[in-house]
């Protein structure tokens, strides 16, 4: 599955950004999907995942009550409403599909395909 991503860009602290993530190919739909998200100097760190058919996605603890993931299969799409932005979110933000149904808040290692990288940038 191909994967590519938008929706970054330069935002003011406290301001909400919708990152997108469309896939290709037919398997979509069974694969978990996660964002992730890699600031400049430090390693890459997961920041949401959601099982195969949606519902209750994990988060990491510092995005919890900010963050949203969601998805719709029909559109192949995977979405990360992000509110209540800080100057920490500042990063290169990836979806990545996991060849498995579900995976919780799990390292990189458990993914399979990665889209390009979108930045996202906050500032007061």
């Known amino acids: 599955v191909q994967l590519q991503a938008s929706g970054g860009g330069s935002v003011q602290i406290g301001s909400s950004l919708r990152l997108t993530c469309v896939g290709s190919g037919r398997s979509f739909s069974e694969y978990a999907m996660g964002w992730f998200r890699q600031a400049p100097g430090k390693e890459r760190e997961s920041v949401a995942s959601?099982?195969?058919?949606?519902?209750?996605?994990a988060y990491a603890d510092s995005v919890k009550g900010r963050f949203t993931i969601s998805r719709d299969n029909a559109k192949s799409t995977v979405y990360l409403q992000m509110n209540s932005l800080k100057p920490e979110d500042t990063a290169v933000y990836y979806c990545a599909a996991a060849t498995r149904r579900r995976v919780g808040l799990a390292p990189s290692s458990y993914y399979d395909y990665w889209g390009q990288g979108t930045l996202v940038t906050v500032s007061s």
């Open positions: 959601i099982p195969w058919r949606g519902g209750i996605g």
